[in-house]
């Protein structure tokens, strides 16, 4: 049974800084897609960043480029969103998942993998940025 469990949200002032964690437990394959998404009140789940286990290629929403740094580690499975500079509009529900795609499609181009294309999710942590 595939787990995913997010940890690191909480809330900060504006400039400040937070890292997301996400483990993975029991995901049967080596090479996959993994995504942060963000949701607030009222929306539906929009991508943040996503990363290729293979390639390690990346991929961000334009909003949070240059400030936010997705990365995993493969030993522990676990993957991480490092959040700088962050602006009261990063404020939301951040959730993890992870899905078997191919590297082109996770990160390769201009868009992201809309969040109905993975499987996977954790149960969210909870982003708080006050001005």
């Known amino acids: 049974q595939v787990q995913l469990v997010e940890s690191g949200g909480g809330s900060v002032q504006a400039g400040g800084a937070l890292t997301l964690s996400c483990t993975v437990s029991g995901y049967p394959y080596s090479y996959y897609c993994m995504a942060w998404f963000r949701q607030v009140p009222g929306k539906g789940r929009e991508g943040v960043a996503t990363i290729h286990t293979g390639d390690d290629s990346t991929w961000y929403a334009s909003s949070v480029k240059g400030r936010f740094v997705i990365s995993h580690d493969s030993a522990n499975n676990t993957l991480y969103l490092q959040m700088n500079s962050l602006e009261p509009e990063d404020s939301g529900m951040y959730y993890c998942?992870?899905?078997?795609?191919?590297?082109?499609?996770?990160?390769?181009?201009?868009?992201?993998?809309?969040?109905?294309?993975?499987?996977?999710w954790g149960q969210g942590t909870q982003v708080t940025v006050s001005s």
């Open positions: 998942a992870v899905e078997k795609l191919a590297a082109y499609y996770c990160s390769g181009g201009d868009f992201n993998p809309p969040a109905a294309e993975f499987g996977a």
